[in-house]
């Protein structure tokens, strides 16, 4: 029972704040990388979507309410018809600024269920590709070949490298 002299919860829970600068803000999102015979799934942006013609591991928004896992599951199903067997395991977080908003992404990775993956309408194709190679593919020079000069899209996509760097190192390779 709270006594009217007590402060209330978000008072209390901020009380270490202090008056600084504000900490940052960021919308979730969550990606997998889907395994299957040592190689990831990849999926290739739409024509007229954000980044199209780019290929990317499965993931999106964390919706309202939804632990990041289940968000990462349910973009996976969304984007694919896939599930993961057993757990999802986190690899890593960066920020990125993607559909105009400052985003926090998170990585697991997971093995694939049964079945071969279906395109949504977000996507133009899929592929199994070997990670090392993926990795040995995003030099400097594809980088910037990526980013078209945007800052931003260049800070992303070496997040992605680095990432995919702590992928690998995560299951030996």
Known sequence: MESR????ADELLRADLGGGVAPATY????????ERGGEILLLERAAGGAMAGQWFLPGGMIEPGELPE??????LW???GLEITGDLELVG????????RDTLQLTYRGTAGPG???????H???RWVDPVEMRAALTDDAIATIAQGHDAVRAMVEHIR???ERYLRRVGR
């Open 27 to 34: 919308v979730l999102s969550a990606a997998v990388y889907v």
């Open 70 to 75: 289940q968000g990462a599951r349910r973009e």
């Open 93 to 100: 977080a960066y920020p990125m600024r993607i559909y105009g």
């Open 162 to 164: 680095t990432d995919l």
């Open 124 to 126: 133009d194709d899929v």
């Open 116 to 122: 071969e993956p279906r395109l949504s309408a977000e």
């Open 78 to 80: 969304e984007e694919t």
């Open 5 to 8: 002299d007590a402060p209330d």
